[in-house]
């Protein structure tokens, strides 16, 4: 007798990890969403203000602290003074070497002396510098008041005829004539004053006394070498004393002092903090492009 198996339907197990494509699914949604949150908490923080950058500010040279000009907190303009050094011997060695200066320049002819600048504008000088600045002012002044009196003129002309035909426009060029003698006016005015002033320094030179003590045993070349040598002695004695403040690099803040009145310090010692934002934004500038 065969034997007779009965087959049984095949069920089959269900698979493990069905479900895996939508996990994935879900797991790649998640992280778009983290990433677009990110990159928009990044863009924030771009338009926020630069982190801030700490810079140690130091003593130039050796001394003592005089006074302090800030305290921490404290928002400074580029250029504010924070703090002051003790200048006394600065400025005593200065006025020492201006002296010498002005001894050695009685040595010299009097368009080979220099003239200490009373303001920064046009620096210091000597007398036949000077005059040579102020005879090309007259000039230019000259120019400027021939053109005017020329505008001037045409000015009139066009304002007779108008008045004249008794044209619509007469009222215009009246006024247009009127700001031409203004004009006029205001360039002879400065013609006289350039006039004057260059004058003035012509006979200066013309009148100042010749060079004193025994400057005709030594040659001039010598001497103008000399003067040239103490004039740089001067400048570097005004830069010794201008190193006796620590000033605000920039625009900031005060972040933290690290000594106070009547310390000694060397020079390259950091006395301050500054706390500053410029640079941090200029590097991130940078690194966009």
Wanted: glycine share 6%.
């Amino acid at each position: 007798m065969e034997n007779t198996r009965l087959s049984m339907p095949e069920t089959k197990a269900p698979r493990k990890g069905s479900r895996r494509p939508l996990a994935v699914v879900l797991i790649l949604l998640l992280a778009l969403g983290a990433g677009a949150a990110f990159g928009h908490f990044r863009a924030r923080l771009k338009k926020a203000d630069p982190p801030a950058l700490l810079l140690p500010l130091t003593a130039r040279l050796d001394g003592t602290v005089l006074s302090l000009e800030a305290k921490p907190g404290d928002t400074v303009s580029r250029g504010k003074v924070l703090l002051r050094m003790d200048d006394t011997q600065a400025r005593a060695l200065l006025l020492e070497e201006r002296r010498k200066l002005e001894n050695l320049g009685r040595t010299l002819p009097a368009q080979d002396r220099i003239i200490p600048a009373s303001d920064k504008t046009n620096g210091d000088e000597t007398l036949a510098r000077r005059e040579e600045r102020l005879r090309a002012l007259e000039e230019e002044a000259v120019q400027r008041m021939q053109a005017a009196s020329e505008g001037e003129a045409a000015a009139a002309v066009r304002y007779g005829r108008a008045q004249a035909r008794n044209a619509p426009e007469r009222a215009e060029l009246e006024k247009a004539l009127e700001a031409a003698r203004k004009m006029a006016r205001e360039a002879k005015r400065e013609y006289e004053t350039a006039s004057r002033k260059r004058a003035e320094a012509g006979a200066e030179i013309k009148n100042a006394p010749p060079p004193a003590g025994q400057a005709g045993l030594v040659p001039l070349e010598v001497r103008r070498k000399a003067y040239a040598e103490q004039q740089e002695k001067v400048q570097a004695a005004e830069r010794d004393l201008e190193d006796m403040l620590i000033r605000a690099p920039e625009k900031g803040v005060v972040h933290e002092l690290l000594v106070k009145n009547g310390d000694w310090v060397r020079g390259g010692a950091v006395c301050l903090i500054f706390r500053s934002a410029a640079p941090a934004a200029n590097d991130e500038q940078t690194q966009a492009k």
